[in-house]
């Protein structure tokens, strides 16, 4: 009899014992496998550790530059000579303000920021300041489009009520008198933020321009 007991109690302590390998096993295996799915998150002290993709040689920027200037020089003889902005400017801590801004603004309607689309555009003439006529950009937010699998320019602070974002490429070129956008009715005066004559947006410009004859260095 305690010739059996034993042999059961050998059996049992067997069996337990494969039981709790295969268990270790598959815990292993499951491990490995979110491991494997999972993208390690980057640390701030990580961050731009590796020189992006984007950027380019001197002598390409250099070729880049001398092909701007040819284009600015033949705009500059149709304007009698005048010549135009050679460049602009922004700080450090306006980029990271800014889209840590847009960041802001974009989880409150739960729209994620893909990129910034940078349009040329330039001041208008006869206004007053002393950039008054000449070329400059403004930064606008994109966010990415699954279904036309494209970046589309929005704003944050211009979401319709059907909860998608405004057509904001089309109210920038066609204007804010436009009745109709892509076929579309548009309320601008329910839809969009304004304040007094104005309509705010999360678009930036007010860059520091290089204007003729600036100090170039």
């Not at 067997?14 to 270790?24: D, H, N, P, R």
């Not at 602009?88 to 801590?93: C, D, E, K, P, Q």
Request: proline share 4%.
């Amino acid at each position: 009899m305690k010739t059996k007991m034993n042999g059961l109690y050998g059996l049992f302590f067997l069996l337990v014992a494969v039981l709790l390998s295969a268990g270790c096993d598959r815990t292993a295996q499951k491990d490995e496998e979110r491991q494997d799915n999972e993208q390690p998150e980057t640390s701030e002290d990580e961050r731009g550790r590796k020189r992006p993709e984007e950027t380019i040689t001197l002598e390409r920027a250099h070729e880049m530059y001398k092909a701007y200037r040819e284009r600015a020089e033949a705009l500059a003889n149709l304007k009698d000579g005048e010549e135009d902005a050679s460049y602009g400017w922004h700080s450090i801590g306006f980029y990271k303000n800014y889209i840590a801004y847009l960041e802001r603004e974009a989880r409150k309607v739960r729209i994620p920021i893909s990129g910034l689309r940078m349009y040329y555009v330039a001041y208008p003439e006869g206004e007053d300041g002393k950039y008054s006529g000449y070329q400059t950009y403004m930064y606008v937010p994109t966010y990415y489009d699954k279904e036309a699998k494209r970046h589309i320019a929005f704003d944050p602070l211009h979401i319709g009520d059907d909860g998608k974002p405004l057509p904001i490429h089309e109210i920038i070129v066609g204007g804010m008198d436009a009745k109709r956008i892509n076929g579309k009715e548009v309320k601008q005066g329910a839809m969009l933020m304004r304040v007094a004559e104005a309509t705010i947006s999360s678009i930036a410009n007010m860059g520091e321009m290089c204007e003729p004859n600036c100090e170039n260095y």
